[in-house]
């Protein structure tokens, strides 16, 4: 701002800004230039500075749930990690020391399908110990992919020093988690299916399958439906038709097994009627299905959703004295076959995860030499091959075969004796949930936990509630391995696994995993090893995750574990939430998190999921190209994590409304302090205009507003109150009222100093308030507000902590007075905009108000002396009492407020080219005979006087 600038008329907001000036900081075009800014903020590490700006400081630690090493991210992926930097950037402002250390789960099964597809599977091709290289190698690969992405969001964190699962260092911590577990009395032995060779007699390594074409029975078998008045309730089907639950499979020999039928509980069934019954279907498969097996439709007698079915009894149609239930499986597809699965949780991996939550029995009915047992109870002491003719045709003779035929199919075989192999419930290691009370234990320590939103508690109580014991031991090449070894006749384990499960760990702690899985017996256990077996097993990868508070946050300087915050998906209540609060209450008797947040799904704008079958996917990636970062943090930002979050270009458009209002208000506070030297330019706060003192109580008042919904983790309620104050308080207030002030008074007088005053300490608390969402923007505002007058602990906003706007008296006039202008200053502009509109003014500045009020009103107006006319930026603004007229003979109009009435007329004198005031002093100075006295006091003498309260 210059003196010329003291000639430039009032103008249209726009107009004034100039908005389209390339030259003046804060344009837009993010997209292209938040990366260089990145850049800089790297090379200059700014991380390290933050850091070192709260040494000493009360530490806050959000600890970071580790995404899967494996694809790019979407959109879910950045609305968690914006989420998690928001809340770290606010902590910062509140003065804590709030680290991040991102990490990644780098072992398991999609890694090692990943790497299979390239190089085939261990034992093929390339040996394990190479197969474990190779999977390191990608995981990287996809750490760093990943890691781009997120610092491209804005994301600040430790990116040189991340944890990751694969690290040495962790996954020798993650053995001694499962030490301290084992040592607690947590660990157990149960039965789960596993690989198995009949010919070997043994359990297989995933690395001692290989796939060959098998041709096998396949059937479709009808399980008779006993519950049909369940099924068929409300239904008028005037038949007595059986009911059939049509199952498909390859393996008849699993059929003593079965203990459930599995549909999926989003799926549509239908029940349809054919000349052998009624046949329950997936809708999606019942023309494929009934042609199949040569069946008429003749009538869908009803449709359902998987989960009405649920817990329907049918017959089993081989043993007489089992009824199975319909259970819901998420495993369950409608690619093939009928929609429906014969569940037999001894045979079959999925089987087995989805009968435990429904306490299903696991009960083996086949011996390792590939004979029934007992436990059978039909063709016991009969071999499984032997018995399937014989179940085929029993299944026939009672009507319940619907079709038999042979099918060639890829098949699991053993390496050693390329036979086909059967998967068998065999013993497995599991945390017991029940032997020293673990689930008990966090059960009571769940109340402990603030959880965000409050509902989380019920969810995460319900669910270990019903969780059966956690299986930890996999089969698989890729992972941390269970150190144990176990006496071949006893399956004991070996006296002294305390002490060698840390011998592992520091072996480990020098070669990674490879370490453990390339030493023999005799290494770790001496002459004890012809007596013990070395397992081979690794652990689930969710107790990799699940014991990163003490495999990172006790063994990373800077961090402390209990964390205070967790933050995840919804669907982390049955995953991440659950095995760390698990682990933890395993390992030490309480919770790994003082509060947990939890955010909802990313939908289309439909509410649909996001597929690429529906085409509506929107990639992070994208829409950062197309506007920058800092508006996709905007919009996560503003949006109810609490719940599902609407994603789409509607919804995108409206996070642009509010940045382009929040950018051109910061805008028009920069290019108007643009002149102003806070240290030579400042008004006493007492010597303010009363309008600046309001404003910045305002301000105040919005601040703490801010702050209690920063703690509250309530982003949504932040942007609101910051959109509230730039287009209400600011935009249709304030800086309406003061761009006269701005531009027609002295370049260096009070008045206008006094603007320059409060609009430089708002600036300064609304860079802050906006700092942990619009990190670019602010970072940038940051540096136009401060110019070249940064110090090394000022360079950046993001060392700064929430501002403290100067305090000042408002003993004349007061916060309530203002609040009773304002209301007064709505109810008049009605009745000037009606005037605009029946063409009595042509503008507010060619109006003249006459304003009769009583009471508080009156008081409050009058407080404002000749200031009032600038409030309501009229030329002209009379301020009558109410009481003195005449009852009979009122003037003015009504208006909402009952002790105020108006008059609006057009404003007499005229208009002074320079300020649009209307005047009857304008040409008063013959040297300036186009404008009015107030311009000529600003332009040629020592300035007007504002009256200051």
């Not at 012809?530 to 961090?559: C, N, R």
């Not at 605009?836 to 008081?859: C, F, H, M, P, T």
Request: with cysteine; charged share 25%; proline share 4%.
């Amino acid at each position: 701002m210059t003196e010329q600038s003291n000639k430039t008329p009032m103008t249209d907001y726009k107009d004034t800004l100039n908005l389209a000036d390339t030259s003046f900081p804060m344009r837009a075009n993010l997209a292209k230039r938040e990366p260089d800014w990145l850049k800089a903020w790297e090379e200059d590490d700014v991380y390290g500075k933050i850091r070192q700006a709260r040494v000493g400081r009360e530490k806050y630690i959000l600890h970071d749930g580790p995404p899967y090493a494996n694809g790019q991210i979407h959109l879910g992926h950045a609305v968690n990690k914006v989420l998690k930097d928001i809340i770290t950037k606010s902590k910062t402002l509140s003065g804590f020391d709030a680290p991040y250390v991102p990490g990644w789960d780098c072992h398991g099964l999609p890694i090692e399908q990943k790497v299979e597809a390239k190089v085939g599977k261990v034992g093929q091709k390339v040996s394990a110990t190479e197969f474990r290289g190779l999977c390191r190698e990608y995981a990287q690969s996809q750490i760093q992919l990943q890691m781009k992405d997120f610092k491209r969001l804005g994301v600040f964190g430790d990116w040189d020093n991340p944890y990751l699962t694969m690290n040495f260092a962790q996954e020798a911590n993650i053995v001694r988690a499962l030490a301290k577990i084992y040592a607690n009395g947590h660990v157990t032995r149960g039965m789960k299916p596993v690989n198995w060779c009949l010919d070997c007699g043994s359990a297989l390594a995933e690395a001692e399958v290989e796939y060959d074409d098998k041709t096998s029975d396949a059937i479709y078998v009808g399980f008779e439906v006993v519950d049909t008045d369940k099924l068929l309730d409300s239904v008028d089907t005037a038949t007595d038709d059986k009911t059939f639950a049509v199952i498909w499979t390859t393996t008849p020999w699993t059929l003593p097994a079965n203990q459930a039928i599995s549909v999926h509980p989003e799926h549509e069934y239908s029940i349809v009627k054919t000349e052998k019954g009624n046949l329950v279907l997936a809708s999606a498969l019942v023309d494929s299905a009934l042609e199949a097996l040569g069946l008429e439709n003749l009538g869908v007698i009803k449709t359902l959703q998987g989960t009405e079915l649920e817990l329907i009894k049918s017959q089993h149609p081989l043993i007489d004295s089992r009824q199975v239930p319909f259970i819901l499986g998420e495993h369950v597809t409608t690619d093939s076959g009928t929609g429906l699965v014969h569940t037999a949780p001894a045979h079959g991996a999925e089987d087995y995860v989805v009968s435990l939550q429904y306490d299903l029995p696991v009960t083996n009915p086949v011996a390792g030499n590939g004979v029934y047992l007992e436990t059978a109870e039909v063709f016991v002491n009969e071999h499984i091959y032997k018995a399937q003719p014989q179940i085929i045709s029993a299944l026939n003779d009672s009507g319940h075969l619907f079709k038999h035929y042979k099918i060639e199919h890829s098949y699991p075989h053993c390496w050693r004796h390329k036979t086909p192999i059967i998967f068998r419930a065999t013993p497995q290691w599991f945390i017991s949930m029940e032997a020293q009370g673990l689930k008990s234990q966090a059960l009571r320590d769940i109340p402990n936990v603030t959880w965000t939103p409050a509902w989380g508690q019920n969810r995460i109580e319900a669910m270990v509630e019903g969780r059966p014991d956690w299986c930890i031991s996999r089969q698989r090449t890729w992972g941390v391995p269970i150190p144990f070894f176990t006496h071949k006749d006893t399956d004991e384990l070996h006296p002294r696994t305390l002490e060698l499960m840390e011998e592992v760990a520091l072996l480990i702690e020098k070669g990674g995993v490879e370490a453990w899985f390339d030493a023999d017996a005799e290494q770790l256990i001496g002459d004890d090893a012809k007596d013990y077996v070395k397992a081979s097993d690794t652990l689930d990868v969710w107790f990799d995750s699940g014991t990163t508070h003490f495999a990172v946050l006790e063994h990373t300087d800077g961090l402390h574990n209990p964390a205070d915050m967790y933050l995840e998906g919804s669907d982390q209540h049955r995953g991440w939430f659950q095995t760390s609060l698990l682990t933890s209450e395993a390992m030490y008797g309480r919770p790994p998190f003082k509060q947990v947040l939890t955010h909802g799904f990313v939908v289309d704008e439909n509410g649909r999921k996001m597929s690429k079958s529906l085409g509506n996917i929107i990639t992070p990636q994208d829409e950062i190209n197309k506007t920058g970062a800092d508006m996709l943090r905007l919009w996560i930002a503003s949006s109810d994590y609490r719940y599902e979050m609407s994603a789409g270009q509607k919804v995108f458009k409206g996070a642009t409304d509010m940045y382009r209002r929040i950018r051109n208000t910061v805008r028009f506070l920069l290019a108007n302090t643009d002149d102003f030297n806070p240290e030579a330019h400042s008004v006493a706060m007492d010597e303010l205009v009363s309008l600046d003192k309001f404003i910045m109580a305002r301000a105040n008042t919005v601040q703490k507003a801010i702050i209690t919904a920063y703690d509250a983790m309530d982003f949504h309620q932040v942007t609101q109150q910051v959109m509230s104050f730039c287009s209400q308080d600011l935009g249709g207030f304030y800086l309406d009222i003061i761009k006269d002030r701005q531009y027609t008074t002295m370049a260096d007088g009070a008045p206008r100093r006094s603007a320059q005053t409060a609009m430089y300490h708002i600036a300064h608390a609304l860079i802050r308030w906006i700092a942990p969402i619009l990190t670019f923007t602010a970072q940038e505002a940051w540096e136009a507000l401060l110019k070249d007058n940064a110090r090394d602990d000022k360079a950046y906003i993001f060392t700064q902590e929430w501002y403290d706007l100067p305090n000042f008296s408002m003993d004349k006039v007061t916060e309530q007075d203002w609040s009773t202008i304002l209301t007064a200053k709505d109810a008049i502009n009605k009745h000037i905009e009606n005037a605009r509109e029946d063409k009595r003014i042509n503008a507010n500045l060619s109006a003249q108000v006459n304003i009769y009020a009583s009471g508080d009103v009156y008081d409050s107006l009058a407080k404002l002396k000749d200031e009032l006319r600038f409030v309501l930026i009229t030329s002209d603004a009379t301020l009558h009492h109410l009481d003195d007229l005449e009852p009979n003979n009122p003037q003015g109009e009504e208006t909402d407020i009952e002790n105020l009435r108006v008059s609006v007329d057009s404003a007499q004198g005229t208009k002074c080219i320079r300020c649009w005031h209307v005047r009857n002093d304008v040409g008063s100075n013959a040297q300036h005979p186009e404008i009015c006295q107030r311009c000529v006091s600003n332009v040629t003498g020592n300035g007007e006087v504002r009256y200051y309260a």
